[in-house]
Every structure is written in C-alpha cells, then in structure tokens.
C-alpha cells in the first residue's frame, strides 16, 4: 500500500508540473526572437579602399519580438552585439573581419577579439545606455579589396548558453539579431556571386533577422 501511495504521489506531481508547465506557455511562441535595429551609411554596392561606412545604434530597451509580437523590458542588458564581416568572393570564406575594416567609436565603446587557429574576428560593440535607450556611433574604414558580406550578431543567449531573464514568456527559448534600416538595399543577390556554393542557398529571410549587407571594394 504505501509502494502505490508512492507511485501515485509521483505520478501527480508529473501531471502538476506538465500542467503548470502548459500554463506557463499559454499564448507564447515557441521561443522569441528580438532584433535589435541598426543603420548603415552609405550603403552602396562598390566602395573603395580608405572609405568609411558609417554605423549607429539606437533603439528602445522595450522591444517585441518577431515571432509573437511579445513585449519585453530590457533595461542596462548586456545584449553582447558583435560586427562581422566575411570576405565571399574567395573559398573558403574567411571572416577576418579586423583585417577589412577597421574601427573608430564616437559613442559607446568597442573591443575586438580573434579566434585562435581561425582567425576569425569580430568587433564588439558596446551601446550606451540612458534615458532608457541604447545609443552606439562609430565609422568602419574599409582596409581590403574583395567582395564581402557584413552583419551583427549577439552571444547574450546562445543554444549552449541559453539567456535566463524574467518577463513575459521568459520559460521559452531566446534569441537576438538584428534589423537593417533599408534592408532592401542590403545587396542580397551579391551572395550569388560567392565564391562558395553554400552562401547560394542562404534564404532571404534570413540573411535580413542577422542585418546582412553585402558590398564589393574595388
């Protein structure tokens, strides 16, 4: 008697936590994707060595997510916003982005950091935060002739590092990417000009949540 006491009290406690787990996700998605906006400027299809491009941030710590159109607060976050850049018309790619573009912040703050062995790099940009907005300024030079495909990306929550925060629908997994103001200037086609096949078969849709933009540099 007191084995089935046992079992059943097991057995209850699982069909109270798939029921409270259910409750919990009613009405959400089945994970979040914000992203955060940025621009460009010029965005233009062919640059020259030494020219600059012009790059800011400036956005609301209340966003809603593309999924669910859910609203969450996002108040001194560390969203850990990365700047890459891939040289495409070669194969194997290469994402060397310190060797392309070089950096000069006005507002906010930058560092850089580079893989061993790889030597893949990336730019991370640090926005300020005040008056409940987050506002980043800094310009790129172009350093390298070739044709290239650029975009911002976060870490702040990864499939291995998963973000633990508190907010609506904060039990379902989130994700950051990015929107590019005009991004039907983002020279999408450009990625059939990859050296690679891969970057052939990469969906539109996508290269815009990741603020892609490719150009060339004569």
Known sequence: MKKIIVVLSIVVAFF?????S??????????????IPYTLYPMKDTFTVGDTILLELNFNKD??????????SFPNFDFQINAGCERIDI?????????????????????????????????????????EKYV????????????????????????????QFEGVCDNVPIEF?????????????????AANPAYHRIDAKRFSD????????R
Not at 180 to 190: G, I, K, P, T, V
């Open 16 to 20: 109270v936590q798939i029921a409270s």
């Open 22 to 35: 259910s409750s919990c996700n009613k009405g959400c998605p089945d994970r979040l994707f914000y992203r």
């Open 63 to 72: 966003m809603a997510d593309e999924i669910g159109g859910i609203k969450n």
């Open 91 to 131: 194969d194997p790619p290469l994402a060397h982005t310190l060797d392309y573009l070089s950096i000069h912040t006005s507002i906010g703050s930058d560092s850089s950091a580079s893989l061993p062995v790889s030597g893949v790099s990336f730019y991370r940009l640090v926005p300020v935060y005040s008056s």
């Open 136 to 163: 980043f300024k800094c310009t790129f030079t172009v350093r390298e002739k070739g044709g290239f495909s650029f975009g911002l990306g976060s870490t702040a929550s990864t499939r291995e590092n998963p973000l």
């Open 177 to 193: 990417g990015s929107h590019l103001a005009n991004d039907s200037e983002n020279n999408y086609h450009m990625l059939q000009w």
């Open 210 to 217: 990741y603020g892609g933009y490719c150009f060339l540099v």
